[in-house]
Nanobody, 119 residues
Framework: QVQLVESGGGLVQAGGSLTLSCAVSGTTTILHTMGWHRQAPGGQREFVASVTSGGTERYATSVEDRFTASRDNRRNTLTLQMNNLKPEDTAVYYC?????????????WGQGTQVTVSS
C-alpha cells in the first residue's frame, strides 16, 4: 500500500521560510510526477508545484519566484522549500504522487501538514 507522509509544517512570520518534506513508502516504483497542493480555510485545493522523475518542475504563478520543489528518486522523497512566506500562503499542504498519464484525482495523497503564516 502506497503511503505519503508530509512533515515540516508549522507557524512562521511573514517573510520567513519553511521546508516541507514528503516521504513515499510502500512502493519501489519511481512515480512519474510528485507535487504539492494546498487548501486554505474555506477554499478549494489548488496546485502549488510539481517535479517529474526527469526533473521538470512546474509552479503556480503565485509561488514560482518563492518556492522550490525538489525530489530524490532514489529515496522517493519530495521537498518544498518555501521562502518569503506570505499570510495568503496559510493552508494545509498536501503531497501527492501520480503515475505517468494519470491525473491528480487518481493520485496518491498524504494527510497534509498545516502551514500558518502570521502577519
Amino acid at each position: 500500500q502506497v503511503q505519503l507522509v508530509e512533515s515540516g509544517g508549522g507557524l512562521v512570520q511573514a517573510g520567513g521560510s519553511l521546508t516541507l518534506s514528503c516521504a513515499v513508502s510502500g512502493t519501489t516504483t519511481i512515480l512519474h510526477t510528485m507535487g504539492w497542493h494546498r487548501q486554505a480555510p474555506g477554499g478549494q485545493r489548488e496546485f502549488v508545484a510539481s517535479v517529474t522523475s526527469g526533473g521538470t518542475e512546474r509552479y503556480a504563478t503565485s509561488v514560482e519566484d518563492r518556492f522550490t520543489a525538489s525530489r530524490d528518486n532514489r529515496r522517493n522523497t519530495l521537498t518544498l522549500q518555501m521562502n518569503n512566506l506570505k499570510p495568503e500562503d496559510t493552508a494545509v499542504y498536501y503531497c501527492a504522487a501520480r503515475q505517468w498519464g494519470s491525473s491528480w484525482t487518481g493520485a496518491y495523497w498524504g494527510q497534509g501538514t498545516q502551514v500558518t503564516v502570521s502577519s
